[in-house]
């Protein structure tokens, strides 16, 4: 064993906070306030069910990943939101349906008591919603201001050591980074100016990274995606991560691509479409909201199959992805895929996908997780770019000189290898040959 990292302990009260208490953050917090309590388990948590193997296979040794990492516990955690509605939680998860009314009754106090704080919120950004419990104010600047305020009046309110960021709101038009997100002196200047460039997004995230909390991106907006947030989160000591909780559609693409490559079968064209009713769905049914989605869900493909390596195997690939808004279907989800690959001397072969999914059933382990990652991350010292979180998300960032690793298997080995790493343990390279010596 190595020397393992200095971490902090993870004592005392932790704030997730989450900008947008939609259908996502509050079948969350139900799940964990339930988990708490004995009514629930945790399942698709990693943290929670995870194990992870140390040492050699003969060694026997794979602790549950809640044991071997310095976590927070459910118990510690302390829950807030803003919003562009006032519903409180339990308000807002009975709207959504995605959780039966025996859950939320199980919770209903607790639920209750999680009232969101206005939120900010421009509609041109999100064209489709129009909210009633919204901050007002002279300029961009300000508003970031106010959530500064809101971060430091909840924490100690709620008595509260840290906190943590998740971004659960909707899916914003297509922005391109400006000169604005060159530098902090640039964004600093157009949050005066109320730049167009600046979104709400962007405003929560600069919020956070002032008050030194980490911030995951849930969504795939241009939110912690740029040089000025990126240099904000290292002058600060900060971690950021993101972007788009990797759930359905996109999951099933990153587990079967790698192992069509893996095979050297060929892949044709791959038509991906989605039916989907809760609020995302509705929002998504914007052409500029879904141009951001559509962007990151399309480069999955691409990275993972490199057609400039594989030129006759994915160079003519044909790649088309829809999301269709369709009321009825509610949070319930449908992904269908039509794959055509060829094999052996070029002949044609078919799959077939249809993934019945649950939308925010995917997606809320992935925010406790990331909330207790980052977490941990912020307390190991870590800042700036979380690569190694790259396992939960779409798009993930990186490094403006690296490619994004797509590869659930490989992001899978990167996550717990730094796991291992950052706890003092020898790094997993599965070469084996040793048993055989």
């Known amino acids: 064993m190595k020397q393992p990292k200095e971490i902090r302990k993870p004592e005392g009260k932790l704030a997730v906070l989450l900008p947008g208490l939609g259908a996502v953050s509050t079948t969350m917090i139900a799940g964990v306030l339930l988990a708490r309590r004995g009514l629930g388990r945790p399942i698709g948590s990693m943290t929670q069910l995870g194990t992870i193997r140390l040492g050699k296979r003969t060694d026997g040794r794979a602790p549950l990943l809640k044991d071997f990492l310095p976590l927070a516990s459910l118990d510690q955690l302390e829950f807030g939101a803003w919003d562009l509605f006032p519903d409180d939680a339990y308000e807002s998860a009975t709207h959504a349906a995605v959780l039966e009314t025996r859950h939320l009754e199980a919770v209903k106090d607790e639920l209750v008591a999680i009232k969101p704080m206005e939120a900010v919120f421009y509609p041109e950004y999100v064209k489709r919603l129009h909210g009633t419990h919204v901050k007002t104010g002279a300029n961009k600047a300000e508003m970031v201001e106010k959530i500064r305020e809101d971060i430091r009046t909840f924490l100690a309110a709620r008595g509260c050591d840290r906190a943590v960021a998740v971004w659960c709101g909707s899916t914003e038009i297509f922005i391109a980074p400006t000169t604005v997100h060159d530098s902090i002196e640039s964004f600093e200047a157009g949050l005066l100016a109320d730049d167009p460039a600046i979104s709400n997004s962007q405003i929560y995230a600069w919020a956070c990274l002032k008050e030194r909390v980490p911030f995951a991106n849930g969504a795939p907006n241009l939110t912690v995606d740029f040089p000025a947030a990126w240099d904000l989160a290292k002058q600060n000591g900060v971690p950021v991560a993101g972007k788009d909780f ?81 009321p009825p279907r509610g949070d319930a989800k449908e992904g269908w895929d039509n794959i055509d690959i060829f094999g052996w001397l070029g002949y044609p072969m078919q799959i077939k996908i249809d993934f019945l999914c649950r939308d925010s059933i995917l997606a809320a382990p992935i925010v406790l997780d990331l909330a207790l990652l980052m977490d941990l991350a912020s307390r190991a010292g870590f800042s700036g770019t979380q690569e190694w979180l790259s396992f939960f998300w779409k798009s993930p960032m990186h490094a403006p000189t690296l490619y994004p690793e797509h590869d659930l298997f490989i992001q ?9 790493w950052m706890m003092g343990e020898d790094l997993i390279t599965h070469l084996g040959n040793e048993y055989y010596d």
């Open 246 to 326: 990797k759930t359905g559609q996109t999951l099933m693409k990153t587990i079967i691509a790698p192992g069509l490559k893996a095979r050297m079968l060929g892949i044709a064209g791959w038509f991906s479409t989605n039916i989907l009713g809760n609020r995302d769905g509705e929002v998504l049914d914007d052409p500029e909201s879904f141009k951001s989605k559509e962007v990151s869900k399309l480069g999955v493909l691409e990275h993972i199959l490199q057609p400039h390596v594989y030129q006759e195997l994915y160079g003519k690939l044909f790649h088309k992805v829809r999301i269709e808004y369709y």
């Open 412 to 420: 899978s080995m990167k996550l717990k290898n730094t796991m291992r």
